[in-house]
């Protein structure tokens, strides 16, 4: 618990962009996997991006891949999110997760072991 704190959420019209960002306040293992999740209200909880510490393997959803990029600063032990050409469908809490032992950069929630309290996010229009 405790584990990742998210920020950069905020307000922005659409078009715009934002960069979240996902800390983690201890030891980060090469086995460790980061992903960033979203849900707007009324809807699951969807997949965004993933990333493995190790080697930087990266996975977007689909939709998304052309405007959302994820990266890593591992003197910072921190992943970012960064959000191009924002939508109004964008609209929503990102969270940030790790998985402690990835294999295959998970797209689902139950992938992951430890979660942040998220970040809101909200374009408008």
Known sequence: ??????SGGGLVQAGG???????????????????????????EREF??????????????????????ISKDNAKNTVYLQMNNLKLDDTAI?????????IDLGTSVGDYDYWGQGTQVTVSS
């Open 1 to 6: 618990q405790g584990q990742l704190v998210e």
């Open 17 to 43: 962009s934002l960069r979240l960002a996902c800390t983690a306040s201890k030891y980060i293992f090469s086995t460790y996997a980061f992903g960033w999740f979203r849900q707007a209200p009324g809807k």
């Open 48 to 69: 965004v991006a993933a990333l493995g510490w190790s080697g930087g393997y990266t996975r977007y959803a689909a939709s998304l891949k052309d405007r959302f990029a």
């Open 94 to 102: 990102y969270y940030c997760a790790i998985d402690t032992n990835w």
